[in-house]
């Protein structure tokens, strides 16, 4: 028989305690809708356990009691998973108190973090040991380690270090009857069976909760330099990516591609951007090359004058102090707020391979102006990993609401020329609930089925993040 609030709120508050139980609306809105204030829903209550074994508890009460529970990290998702339902009938579980650094060894190049710590914390930690933890977001002063596995979060440093599933090696989850799981091992080499972490990496919180990491280490870049360049099209920034490589290696470590119509929204809207380029050009690409080498901003150099004398590059700026560099990172990062000044943008997070991107781009943007005269595609960021967020912009003169009706037509242009080349319609931000019926109109039939299936196993009464990711009956 189902718990009534009172009887809910009591268990719950028996296992957790009082404090770190929240039944008011008042106290419970921020957990039940994102910073942009989208997906709302309503929770029967938004519980804080502090350790492991509490999250265990508490799932082993909701197991027996088919309560459904949403993890929630840092709460910057950006595909509705985090947020509860509004039909009222969830617990939001916060994984904020978890915030414990169990363990960080320099020599074995690894660190045991709690999943409520944020990747900044994480960063931070690493640094503290002459270590660098690779994963980097614009969102990392907020989100989470275990919102950043969940998610199998992406970032601007994918290109030489992975994205966070290629930068752990053990994990601990708490499944949905409460056991758990111990894989924090800390091995390189481990071929003991399936390899189950990876499972829950990249599941939205659908399949256990993970409560705990072990995340890998590298060796903090002697050496960084940022460059600026101005570009022809995505064509020559692919060239000169290639160039790079050729002189780099693994060394290249950001790629990213901003369109111009980008650069002007950014130094038009937020304070303090400018072109830090004298002549104007179509495209831009930010890059950074990492090494131990004292001579790399030297050997930089000489690299782009040659990418220059190649007519790969038009022009380029390399940043000569911590201040530059910042400002030219402002650029790239400041563009999603910048956009929000042009009225509405219909957006996307696709990948596709490399090769690919630049005809993509050609593709859709035509198809676009088809549907809709004096659109304005934004596409920009990660070309390093092919991966594009293929923003649209409203024409200037369209009212908001006439452009975002128009949010499933023109999706299925973008998703259209992205799944013919075989690409992918979510490449780091997940499913959620935003692209759960998208799923099941591009994935193999066969993977779909599997997924169905080890929702099943590792969580037989539904109750972990219900209708997120799959639904069971679809
Ligand atoms: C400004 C901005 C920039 C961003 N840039 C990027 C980017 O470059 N690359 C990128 O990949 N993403 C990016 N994101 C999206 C987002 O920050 C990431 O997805 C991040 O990894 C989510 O972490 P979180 O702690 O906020 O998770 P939440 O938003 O709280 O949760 C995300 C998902 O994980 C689940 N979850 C959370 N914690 C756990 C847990 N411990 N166990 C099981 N499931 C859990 C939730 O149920 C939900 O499905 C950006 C977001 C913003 C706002």
């Known amino acids: 028989m189902a718990l009534s609030d009172q009887e ?14 929240l039944t008011t609306p008042e106290d419970m809105a921020s957990y039940c809708k994102e910073w942009r204030g989208l997906f709302p829903g309503r929770a029967r209550a938004v519980v804080k356990p502090a350790d492991t074994a509490e999250v265990a508890s508490l799932l082993r009460f909701c197991h027996l009691h088919r309560i459904p529970v949403v993890p929630q990290g840092g709460n910057t998702g950006l595909v509705g998973g985090q947020t509860p339902w509004d039909k009222g009938d969830e617990i939001v579980l916060s994984l904020q108190r978890l915030n414990r650094i169990r363990d960080i060894d320099a020599l074995s190049d690894t660190m045991v973090v709690e999943a409520g710590v944020t990747l900044q914390a994480a960063q931070e930690a690493a640094e503290k040991v002459d270590r660098l933890f690779p994963l980097s977001l614009a969102s990392e002063g907020s989100c989470t380690i275990g919102g950043n596995l969940a998610s199998n979060a992406g970032g601007t440093a994918v290109l030489a270090y992975g994205n966070a599933r290629e930068l752990t090696m053990g994990l601990e989850v708490v499944l949905a009857d409460g056991r758990v799981m111990d894989l924090l091992g800390r091995l390189r080499k481990d071929n003991t069976g399936y390899d189950l972490k990876n499972i829950f990496i990249g599941s939205e919180g659908t399949l256990g909760i993970i409560t705990a990491a072990v995340l890998k280490l590298y060796p903090r870049p002697r050496a960084q330099v940022t460059i600026f360049a101005g570009l022809a099209s995505p064509a020559a920034a692919l060239a000169l990516l290639n160039h790079l490589k050729a002189d780099f290696g693994a060394g290249v470590t950001t790629f990213e591609l901003l369109p111009r119509i980008a650069l002007e929204m950014v130094c038009n809207h937020i304070a303090g951007n400018r072109d830090p380029l004298m002549t104007r050009h179509d495209w831009y690409v930010l890059a950074e090359i990492s090494g131990a080498d004292e001579n790399l901003s030297e050997r930089v150099t000489l690299s782009f004058e040659t990418a220059i004398e190649n ?23 400041t563009l999603p707020e910048a956009q929000g000044h042009e009225g509405g943008s219909i957006k996307h997070d696709i990948a596709v391979p490399l090769a690919c991107v630049p005809q993509l781009i050609d593709d859709v943007c035509a198809r676009v102006e088809r549907l809709v005269p004096g659109a304005r595609p934004v596409p920009f960021g990660h070309l390093g990993d092919g ?29 259209d020329e992205t799944v013919k080349r075989r690409g992918s319609i979510s490449a780091e931000h997940g499913i959620g609930r935003l692209k759960k019926k998208l799923l099941r109109a591009v994935k193999d039939p066969v993977a779909l089925a599997i997924m169905a299936d080890l929702k099943r196993t590792l969580d037989p009464q539904g109750i972990l993040n219900p209708g997120k990711v799959i639904d069971l009956d679809a």
């Open 8 to 21: 809910l709120f009591s268990g719950l508050a028996a296992l957790i305690g009082e404090k770190n139980t």
């Open 387 to 415: 991966n594009l967020h293929f923003n649209i912009t409203q024409p200037k003169a369209m009212d908001r609401a006439a452009f975002m009706a128009l949010w499933d037509e023109i999706g299925d242009i973008v998703y």
């Open 311 to 333: 007519a790969i590059v038009a022009n380029a700026v390399i940043a000569s102090s911590l201040d530059q560099r910042m400002a030219l990172w402002r650029l790239r990062e």
